[in-house]
Structure formats: structure tokens, C-alpha cells
């Protein structure tokens, strides 16, 4: 993306085809760093509502959100005509028709045309009339959201779509079959071992698995596998890939492949038409990831306007929605990597493979049930960073040793006061000199009299000083147990290290 | 401690005032031994007071107060530079004259606007107020603002806008102690405002979100670490998380709150994973943080520095009040949204016309009723009072150049250290015609001066100071100050009337100053009316706004804020909508990592009080630079190395600190240190389009061993 490259230039009238949240991106952004040259900005959407966040789709159908909840917000300065199907572009004199015949005049058009989905050709699954089953339904939009009824659901495609489909669905509280042609969901992102944590899953919430079986025969509320009983089903959602949609720029004469191709700067054949997201030819390897859309709405808004682009490079992060399971995978999987840590604890759910390469920055890796490495690992591979020499302690998610507070002091000069910075040594002086309780201490020594949670320990060492170290004959009388002053309270305990002070597996795979 | 607080007029007792440094305001008691001449250098002795907020506790900086006291290099005698560039001693009437006739001359010449003031947020009420007066009336100029742009100014803006009022904990300190659990974005109490934590100890669980695992979060339940300059990411996916979990108090926010679904429509787009992307904060533990929020019967969102020092602030604090306000605690007893407010007077400051677009009262200078109610108060048409002038860096950047300022009166601020990209601040500085400081220390700034006047400080003085949760103190004076040292209303009057103005309008006593505050205030948002000196020495906790109630019983203060009402006008509170935008700087390959600046237990702000105290210094003596040990390493360096620390704008030698629990991409400096010490020859002039904060949290750095060859050469203009 070289974005800054084509600075001002003139984008003048701006027209976008394509309302989903890659074209709204770009009209957003676009507004936000100025469209200033005078010109227009127009989103034209064929879907009948107003611009919505489609990755949110799944929150509709768990439940989560409503329909009305998911709607992008306005974009200031730019016009938006929902249900506006555009059927043709006139790229002699510029202008994009409409199926109402209206016409759009652009100095610069912006294909954001998305993707379709592909139905799979499961014999059964269209009437002789060549539409859909009854009950049959692809998941791409509101609609099709709408459209998906009663408890028992097939999902049918065990790829990203299908199985945060089915999660979803699951956490509805319907009953959901997926059923995947592959050994288990997720296969071509996923190696095995992630995969079968993906399993127990899916299976732990209660999602049917069918992998390594193909539809057969589709028929009215039941489906029909290569193996197995029938499924039987209310609604058969189709999730077995989408494909570029292409239709209108084939038909102007751009070039197209299996999708729209553009250039480094996201120009299309002609270079008053630009192209971004799920139609562009490659973009993703597997269609539909939005970051890559987002990043290209990113570059493009900013050579639209002049604006500085962030130049970030975007990074190829898979991270599924799957109701509190961690998995993430980032770039593809090489052969040929400097260095493989993998860890590896199925009984607690947890894996990852990181590959290294010379710098010693991620070059891929598969992350599974470690939220913390796999946040750590997807902020170090988008900004290319090295990993941290403490693979283990990164892998574990484990905050690193280093001046803990609430480890007691041992030696004298370790600080057990941080407000008044009083350390043992200084503690233990001041209780030979006499002060022998908290209270003559603080007054000895101010330990414990700023923020007071030093009190206990300060107490303890209290303690500890009258068995080892007898009391003179003459000395003053101890005062414990008649301070009220201090907050005795103990700290809240650090809740989210107990939750991970699960025992370390010293049989976990570490090679 | 259990001893009753003595009568503060009682002869010869402890005198019982407040620390001169945090906005906790611990209360203190001061014994002095001696009287006049014979006490100047006596010994002064503090204890801590069983006052609420700090409950008999102190800090190492409150403890060592006294010995500010008895600074060996303290200001007494005012200073004018001379021929040979020297600052040399002058008598008070002669230095009174000088720089009234130089600031003549100046305005003569160029015009009111050509002489500008900048005030701090550690000035007392009185002083604050009288600055402001001064600067309108007696200079005419609308050039004024202060140190708490630096410091609080995005919550201010953001409170405003969703409460109709900015009170920075809109209630007392201690209900904290009953929270069930506890947000903290951007704070590090337990270094900053140690005494805090006795309350939020006793709360059920704390939540602190910061990059570096400080004190604060290392007493966490929970601690959320975002990427440097992500924060509202996180607020916005927090708000996401409550939202489709079906946890946020859907009746509050219909009944108390407008404007839900604009904000939500942002919110929309920061599902956890792209938010656990952009912060690095995992999934599961966003969720946990919210749970813990919307599960605890009371619950408060607080916001400190962190969240507040960057370009995008004030949307910053807005994602976080929309969160807090979508669980509905705002307005609720027992919870709420409130910010820490850092400087000692850093909510007292920003009330009583020192910010350049307010009138006493937290009145708008741009409001024509404000303008004409306070200009009656004054005795002055309302068209004498200038406009709205800069914000504080805007106004920095300007001194000395074609139509900005050509003098400065500095009072109670150090901006030589404390201001964004320092050294072109203090270019600035030099390039002014008349550069007078105030100050009872030679500051950085002070020593930059053509003119100094020494003042007084906190025990040597009458006053209030109003605290972070908006209760007003009296600061009470317990020592004589030095011979030769004079009060701020003092030289300002004497300014004044140099200036031409009648004396009568500038009272040098502070309880009449503070009488023609609560009038001034009177009727506007942050009402001292019904506040006075007896009511406040008679031992009363009076919060604002309290109003004066001459045929009723006295007002009882307001205490707790928003319990019926919000302040706009339909009584709900207002969601912002806002969006997540990254800093204004980048990381590249010649500035790779992020520097982020705070504070140090040992040390106050600029460091011009703190660093005169001898064991403040034996606990943290020079500038120091954290670091992750890989971070170190890839750089050459090791623990107690000297480092460059190298931005765009300047470079800063610092003793580096080696800390595992930082972020590999993120290193921390202090800015207490003078000189080739200062973290803000860093920091960045990005300023936040609302507040006008300056981005000090986060600038793109590079370290390399200090004296490292190819720094130099890399180094562009």
C-alpha cells in the first residue's frame, strides 16, 4: 500500500459502490481527514438498510445484540443512498447508472463491491424454480440473519464463518449440528493439536460435530450425509465460502480475475476506479478477514485526501470469535523457520507454535487457550518486533519476576515501607532501639503511615523479632493489639495470577 | 494519633494546615518552635493529622515538607538581572517599579494583549482569583492560563460535556472505601497519592488499566495493560463488552442520559478482538474487567494522567464516563465516575479565572450574563473584560514571536521543565522581552528570568485550597516567612496600582480576597458563596457549591454531586461520541519506542520543591530511564548505564533502570530532573483539539548508550 505516494491528488467527486463497513470505512476516514477539494462524496448500497457492521452478525444471532443495534454511524458531509443497486458504469463520461436510472457523475470511483457467498451445490438444496429450500438460508447479511428460525440448525462448512455461526447459534441456546468436509473445523488454518482443542470446544459447548462427512441429499427439514444418521433441521445455514463480486466491473471491462485487479495504490485497469476490500483479486487468502478491508480503506482514505498515511503494514492476524476460547493464528505456517517453541498442555487446553525467524520476530504461529500469550504474540507480530529472550514467561502469559510488592522482605536494605521508603534494616534497628510494635515503629521509623498496607508485614516482623530476639528486661512495653489506627486489611489478592497459578505441567511439552 | 486537633488559633500549638503538594491534601499539623526572627531558622515539625482523606497517614513528600521550609538556596530578596547578565539583588520598591514600568512600555508599544501571565495549579483560591483579576483588569490582557492544562484539563473538558460540571471526584474520598470494586485508568495512587490507598484498600477489588505494572497495579485484582496511547480502544470495547453481554443498566441509561445510541454506534466497531489487537489486552480479561464493574452493587470509574495527557484525552476520559455512565453509576449513590486530580490546588485552579477562557465561579468568559455578573463584582464594565486568550501551550509557543507576548509573569509554575518539547519552550522563554518569575525557590524557569520575586510558600501563608473532591481547606500559616519575602496578593497589588489601578480592588489580606471570591462565585457552576473562613475554621467540610443563604440556614455544601440531577439543563447526563484515533507520532525504524512519563514517589512535578529535600534526593537522586531488559540489551545497555533517550525533538541523559514487567516496545521516565534530565525535551507539542492537552504520554524514542557516535549523525535539525 503506498499510500503517501499519490498525495493530492485531485479526488474530486468521490462515488463508492458498496455500503458495507469497508466502503463505510473509507467514507468515514475520508470525511474525517478532510475530503476538502470541493468534491462530492456519495455511498451507494444495494441492501435496502443503512450501512451495519457485518462482523457483528454473530452478536445478532447470539442474542447479543438486536437487528437496530448493528448500524454504522453517519458519516458527516457524505450522501448515503441505501437500497441503490448500481447496474452500470459509463467510464467514457464517468458516471455509474443505478436500476432506478438514476445516474452518479464520479472523478473517482470506489469499487467496494464485497463478496457473495457460495452456495454449496448440495443436490436438493434449490427447487426445480432454482431457488433456495425453504428453511435455506447463506449468512452474509441482516436478512439473512432474520431468516434463520427454529431449534434445530444445520451449519453447514466448518471454515471462520461456520463455526463462529454455529458458536453462536449454540449460545442462542438452539441446537446446532456443524457438519465439515475436513478432519476437524478450521483445517486449513489450524495443525492438529489446535484443532483438536477446537474440538473440545465446540463439544464442550455443546455444538454437534459431523467432520469428515459431506452433504448428500438435501430435503425439506433434513439432511442427508455420505455417513451417518439424517441430520434433521428447522434451518440449514450455508457457510461454505464466498466468492468476489466482480459482476460489475467484468462487465465495464476491467480486468478481473477471480476478483477486482488492482495495483499497489488499489487502482483497477482504469485509473479512475479503485478497488478495495473482499472483491479486490487476493485479497486474503481465505475471503472475508475485515482487517484486511479495513487496511485497505485506511491507505486509500489517506491518498484520497492528502492525508499522512499510517504506512502499517497489515499483518495477516486470524482471530475467530468462539465464546472464551483463545485461539488466534497469525501469518502462515512456514517449513523453514530459525527457530519452533512450541508448548503444548492439551489436559488444560492450551497450545502454541510459534515459529521464529533470524531476527528472532514471529513469523507465524498458532496460539490456543493462552489469552495472554496470544495478545503479547498479535502486538509483536503486527509491529514486527522481537520476541522477548523469556519465551517460556511470554508463552505462560506470566507477569516476569522483578520487584514484587508483595513478597516480604528479607534482607535488610529490601524496602518494606515503599511510601516512606523505610527499609528492614531500618526497621529492625529502630525495634532494638525500643520500639517494639507497629505503632512505635511508625513513630520510630513512619513505616506503615502512608498508604498502610506495609502493616502486616511490619507486624509479622514484629513477631518474628520477639522469638529470635527477647525483649531487654528494661525496655519499653510492646504495643500490639491495641493499634486500631492502621488498616489492617489485607490487599485484594491478585486475582487474575491466582487464576493462572494453575500448576505448571512440568511434563508439558517444551522442546 | 487519637489526640483532638488542637484550635488552630491556640497560641503556641500546632497549627493545623494541609501538605503543600498533592490534591489529597493530607491534613497535617505544624509545630514551629519559636516566634518571628528566632523561628526562621528553627526546626519545624510535622504530623500527620486524622484528617479524612488520609486518616493520620502520610508520605515520604509529606513527612519532609518541613525541611521546604528551610531550603538553604530560598529566594529572599527580589532579583533583576544587570548589565553583565547577572541576577542581582534589588529592593522590593525598586523592583515593584521596574517591572511596572517595563510591562508599560511593553503595552504601549504593542498593545495589552502583548503581556501574558501563567499561573499553576498549586496557588491557593485567593491567589488563583486575584492572578485573574490582575491579568484582565490591571493588564487588560486575555493572555492567561496555567500548569493545569498539563495536568487535568481533558477531564475537566469531558466532565463538562457529559455532567454539565466538573467537579473532579464528585463526592467524598472515602465512600471509595465501600466500592465493591474499583477502576482506575491512568492512576498510580499508590506512588502518587499513597494516603489514597488506605481507601481503596478497603474497597472489594481494584482495576487499574496501565501500561507498566506500577505499585498501583501490582495491588490490582485485575490489571489491564494497553499499548501506550490506546486507552480508548479499551474504554470503547469495555463499553462493546457491556453492551452485547447485556450488563449495562439499560434503565439508567434511558432515565438519566441522552445520546447512548451515537455513542454506541462507535462502540459497535470495537468488538474484544479487534480491541484486544489494537491494545494487547487479551479477550478474557476485558470481559472480566466489565463483569467486575456491572456485578459490583458499587462501583466507581476513575481517570488519572494516563488517560488524560494525550491529543485524544478528552475523548479518552468520554469513552471511559460513557462506560461508567452505560453501567450506570454516575448519579447513583455509592458509585460513580471521578478524576484524581494532581496538583495541590489542581480543582481550586481551574475554578477561579486563571484558564484563559473562564471567570471566577467556573464562569465562561465567552458567557455575556458570566461577563456582566463578574464584571459587577469587579466594579468594571463588562466590556473591560478581555476575551478568551490561549490555552497554555499555545500561549508558550508564541512568547517572543511576531504578535505573541513580549512579557511573562510567571507565578507558582515551571514550565521551563513541566512544559511539552521543553526546550523549545525555554527558547521561547529567552526570547521574551520581560520574563518575571514568582517563586519562592530559584526554579529552572526562575532562572531563566529577568526578574524574580520571592514569595511565600504553604506554611508561611493564609488561604484555601480546594481538593480533589471539591471540599474547601483552609491552608493555615505556622512559621514567618523570611525577611524580604512577600505574599503573591501583595505583589500584585502593588503591581496594580503601579498600573494605575485603585488599590481597594486588589486586598493583600486573604480572607478578603476570599470574600470577594464567593461573591464573584455566586450563582455560577462552582458557587463558594456560602463558604467562609469561620465556617471553614470552625471545623465544617464544605464542598461546592454552597451557596450563601442569608435568610435560611447556611448551605450544608454538597457533598455528593448528581444524586437527583445531572447539571445540564434537561438534569440527564450526555454520552460523547467518540472513536479511537492512534497518537499523533508513530513508531518508525529511527524512533522504534514509545516513552511514556510519570511520576515518581519521591518527587512533585517539576522537581523545583521536592529535589531541595535531602532525603527526597537519597531516595531517587537523578533522571532515570525503565526499560524491559531486552530492550536494554538490544541497545548495548545495562542496569545503572547513563543512556541517550533521543525523540525528534531533543535527547535525555538518564541512569537506566531495568524493569521485566514493562512492555518490550515502551520505556518510562520521571519528569521531576532539570536540565539535560528533562523527559520533556521528549514529549510532543500534539495537542488535544478540546482540552488542548499536550500528548506527554506518549512520544516515539529511540536509546542508545549515552555518548553512542551515531546519534549524532542521525540526529536531524
Given amino acids: 500500500m503506498s499510500g503517501g505516494s499519490d498525495k493530492r491528488d485531485s479526488a474530486g467527486d468521490v462515488v463508492i459502490v458498496g455500503g458495507g463497513p469497508v466502503g463505510h470505512r473509507l467514507a468515514q476516514l475520508m470525511a474525517r481527514h478532510g475530503h476538502d477539494h470541493g468534491g462530492t462524496l456519495t455511498l451507494l448500497e444495494a441492501e435496502p438498510v443503512r450501512p451495519y457492521h457485518r462482523p457483528l452478525l454473530t452478536s445478532v444471532l447470539d442474542g447479543g445484540l438486536r437487528l437496530d443495534a448493528l448500524r454504522l454511524p453517519q458519516v458527516p458531509g457524505a450522501r448515503c443512498a441505501p437500497d441503490t443497486t448500481v447496474t452500470g458504469l459509463d467510464r467514457v463520461r464517468r458516471r455509474v447508472r443505478t436500476a432506478s436510472g438514476e445516474e452518479y457523475p464520479y472523478d473517482t470511483l470506489v469499487l467496494a463491491t464485497g463478496a457473495e457467498p457460495v452456495v454449496s451445490p448440495v443436490p436438493g438444496i434449490r427447487t426445480a424454480s432454482g431457488r433456495l429450500l425453504d428453511g435455506v438460508t447463506t449468512l452474509r447479511t441482516l436478512a439473512d440473519c432474520a431468516r434463520i428460525r427454529g431449534d434445530r440448525i444445520v451449519v453447514l462448512g466448518g471454515g471462520p464463518l461456520g463455526v463462529e455461526t454455529a458458536v453462536a447459534l449454540r449460545r442462542s441456546g438452539r441446537d446446532v449440528v456443524l457438519v465439515h468436509r475436513g478432519p476437524y473445523p478450521l483445517d486449513r488454518r489450524l495443525d492438529a493439536t489446535a484443532g483438536d482443542l477446537l474440538v473440545r470446544h465446540l463439544t464442550s459447548l455443546g455444538v454437534r460435530l459431523r467432520c469428515g462427512r459431506s452433504a448428500v441429499r438435501l430435503a425439506p427439514g433434513e439432511l442427508v450425509l455420505d455417513d451417518g444418521p439424517p441430520l434433521v433441521w428447522d434451518s440449514f445455514v450455508c457457510c461454505t465460502g464466498v466468492r468476489p463480486r466482480t459482476r460489475l466491473a467484468r462487465a465495464a471491462g476491467l480486468a478481473v480475475r477471480a476478483g477486482v485487479v488492482v495495483d499497489g495504490a488499489l487502482r483497477t485497469s482504469d485509473p479512475r476506479i479503485r478497488a478495495i476490500g473482499d472483491c479486490v483479486e487476493g485479497s486474503g487468502r481465505v475471503p472475508g478477514p475485515l482487517a484486511t478491508g479495513r487496511d485497505q480503506a485506511e491507505a486509500l482514505a489517506a491518498a484520497l485526501t492528502g492525508h499522512p498515511s499510517t504506512g502499517r503494514r497489515p499483518a495477516d492476524v486470524f482471530r475467530p470469535r468462539l465464546a472464551g476460547l483463545p485461539l488466534g493464528v497469525l501469518g502462515t505456517p512456514e517449513t523453514a523457520a530459525a527457530e519452533v517453541v512450541t508448548y503444548s498442555d492439551p489436559a488444560r487446553g492450551r497450545y502454541a507454535r510459534v515459529s521464529v525467524d533470524a531476527a528472532g520476530r514471529v513469523s507465524s504461529a498458532v496460539v490456543v487457550g493462552l489469552p495472554e500469550a496470544l495478545a503479547t504474540l498479535t502486538q509483536l507480530f503486527d509491529a514486527h518486533r522481537p520476541l522477548p529472550a523469556d519465551r517460556l514467561a511470554l508463552l505462560l502469559g506470566r507477569v516476569p519476576a522483578g520487584r514484587p510488592a508483595a513478597a516480604a522482605a528479607t534482607s535488610p536494605s529490601d524496602v518494606v515501607c515503599h511510601c516512606n521508603n523505610v527499609t528492614r534494616g531500618a526497621l529492625v534497628h529502630a525495634w532494638h532501639g525500643g520500639s517494639r510494635g507497629v505503632r512505635a515503629l511508625a513513630g520510630a521509623t513512619r513505616a506503615t503511615t502512608g498508604c498502610g498496607s506495609c502493616a502486616d508485614e511490619v507486624r509479622r516482623l514484629c513477631a518474628q523479632l520477639s522469638v529470635t530476639e527477647p525483649a531487654p528486661a528494661a525496655g519499653p512495653p510492646a504495643d500490639e493489639g491495641v493499634d486500631d489506627t492502621y488498616d489492617l486489611a489485607p490487599h485484594p489478592g491478585d486475582r487474575r495470577l491466582r487464576h493462572d497459578r494453575a500448576p505448571v505441567d512440568r511434563e508439558a511439552a517444551l522442546p | ?427 521561547r522563554l529567552s526570547a521574551l522581552d520581560l520574563l518575571v518569575v514568582a517563586d519562592f525557590v530559584p526554579s529552572e524557569t526562575a532562572r531563566l528570568a529577568d526578574v524574580v520575586l520571592p514569595v511565600l510558600q504553604w506554611a508561611e501563608e493564609d488561604g484555601t485550597m480546594t481538593s480533589l473532591e471539591g471540599r474547601v481547606l483552609r491552608r493555615r500559616r505556622a512559621v514567618s516567612p523570611p525577611r524580604g519575602a512577600r505574599s503573591e496578593l501583595h505583589v500584585l497589588r502593588e503591581l496594580a496600582v503601579r498600573l494605575g489601578e485603585p488599590a481597594d480592588r486588589y486586598p493583600e489580606e486573604p480572607r478578603l480576597v476570599f470574600e470577594e471570591l464567593r461573591r464573584a462565585s455566586a450563582g455560577g457552576r462552582a458557587d463558594y458563596s456560602g463558604i467562609t473562613y469561620e465556617r471553614l475554621d470552625a471545623g465544617e467540610a464544605l464542598y461546592w457549591p454552597c451557596r450563601h443563604t442569608p435568610d435560611g440556614p447556611a448551605h450544608p455544601g454538597t457533598p455528593r454531586l448528581f444524586l437527583d440531577r445531572f447539571a445540564h439543563p434537561d438534569g440527564r447526563a450526555r454520552f460523547q461520541e467518540v472513536d479511537h484515533r492512534g497518537p499523533a507520532e508513530t513508531l518508525d525504524e529511527r524512533f522504534p519506542l514509545w516513552a511514556t512519563t510519570g511520576r515518581l514517589l519521591a518527587h512533585y512535578q517539576s522537581g523545583s520543591q521536592t529535589r531541595r529535600v535531602p532525603e527526597l534526593m537519597r531516595a531517587a537522586p537523578e533522571p532515570t530511564v525503565e526499560m524491559h531488559p531486552d530492550t536494554a540489551a538490544r541497545a548495548g545497555l545495562a542496569e545503572g548505564d547513563l543512556a541517550w533517550v533521543q525523540s525528534a525533538r531533543g535527547r535525555v541523559t538518564a541512569r537506566v533502570g531495568l524493569v521485566p514487567t514493562l512492555r518490550t516496545d515502551t520505556v518510562f521516565l520521571p519528569f521531576h530532573f532539570p536540565d539535560g534530565g528533562r523527559a520533556n525535551l521528549l514529549t510532543g507539542t500534539a495537542l488535544d483539539p478540546r482540552s488542548k492537552m499536550p500528548e506527554f504520554k506518549v512520544s516515539a524514542v529511540r536509546v542508545v548508550p549515552a555518548g553512542h557516535r551515531a546519534t549524532r549523525e542521525n540526529t536531524g535539525p
Fill in chain 2, 1 to 427: 494519633m487519637s489526640e483532638p486537633i488542637p484550635s488552630p488559633t491556640a497560641p503556641d500549638g500546632p497549627v493545623a494546615t494541609h501538605c503543600p503538594y498533592c490534591a489529597l491534601q493530607c491534613g497535617t499539623r505544624l509545630r514551629a518552635a519559636g516566634h518571628g526572627d528566632a523561628a526562621a531558622a528553627a526546626p519545624v515539625a510535622v504530623e500527620p493529622d486524622d484528617f479524612p482523606v488520609n486518616e493520620g497517614g502520610l508520605c515520604q513528600k509529606g513527612w519532609t515538607a518541613p525541611s521546604l521550609l528551610r531550603a538553604p538556596d530560598r529566594l529572599r530578596t527580589p532579583l533583576v538581572r544587570d548589565a553583565s547578565g547577572r541576577l542581582a539583588p534589588v529592593s522590593w520598591p525598586e523592583v515593584l517599579d521596574t517591572v511596572a514600568s517595563r510591562l508599560r512600555a511593553i503595552r504601549a508599544a504593542h498593545g495589552p494583549d502583548a503581556v501574558a501571565v501563567f499561573g499553576g495549579g498549586g496557588l491557593t483560591n485567593e491567589k488563583a482569583y486575584l492572578l485573574g483579576k490582575f491579568a484582565r483588569l490591571a493588564l487588560g490582557t486575555s493572555q492567561i492560563d496555567y500548569n493545569g492544562r498539563f495536568c487535568m484539563s481533558s477531564a475537566a473538558a469531558a466532565g463538562t460535556a457529559a455532567f454539565g460540571l466538573d467537579r473532579g471526584l464528585p463526592f467524598p474520598v472515602t465512600d471509595l472505601a465501600e466500592a465493591d470494586t474499583v477502576l482506575l485508568a491512568g492512576a498510580n495512587p499508590a506512588e502518587t497519592m499513597p494516603p489514597l490507598m488506605r481507601h481503596l484498600g478497603r474497597a472489594g477489588a481494584l482495576i487499574v488499566v496501565d501500561p507498566r505494572r506500577t505499585p498501583t497495579a501490582r495491588r490490582a485484582a485485575l490489571h489491564l495493560a494497553p499499548a501506550p496511547g490506546t486507552d480508548l480502544a479499551l474504554a470503547l470495547g469495555m463499553l462493546h463488552i457491556a453492551v452485547t453481554e447485556g450488563i449495562h443498566d439499560r434503565d439508567a441509561v434511558d432515565q438519566r442520559t441522552t445520546g447512548f445510541e451515537a455513542a454506541w454506534r462507535h462502540a459497535a466497531a470495537w468488538w474484544p478482538e479487534r480491541v484486544e489487537r489494537v491494545t494487547g489486552v487479551p479477550v478474557p480479561l476485558q470481559a472480566e474487567a466489565v463483569r467486575m464493574l456491572a456485578g459490583s452493587r458499587r462501583a466507581y470509574v476513575l481517570t488519572g494522567r494516563g488517560a488524560e495527557q494525550h491529543s485524544n484525552g478528552t475523548d479518552t476520559v468520554a469513552g471511559f464516563v460513557n462506560l461508567a455512565l452505560a453501567l450506570g453509576l454516575p448519579g447513583r449513590a455509592g458509585s460513580g465516575y471521578g478524576c484524581l486530580t494532581g496538583q495541590g490546588n489542581g480543582q481550586g485552579g481551574r475554578e477561579h479565572g486563571q484558564k484563559a477562557d473562564q471567570l471566577p465561579g467556573y464562569r465562561s468568559i465567552a458567557d455575556p450574563r458570566d461577563r456582566e455578573h463578574v464584571a459587577r463584582v469587579w466594579g468594571v464594565p463588562p466590556g473591560r473584560l478581555p476575551g478568551p486568550g490561549r490555552s497554555a501551550f499555545e500561549l508558550l509557543d508564541r512568547l517572543g514571536t511576531e504578535g505573541g507576548p513580549r512579557a511573562l509573569l510567571v507565578f507558582g509554575s515551571n514550565p521551563a521543565v513541566s512544559a511539552p518539547d521543553a526546550a523549545r519552550v525555554t527558547r
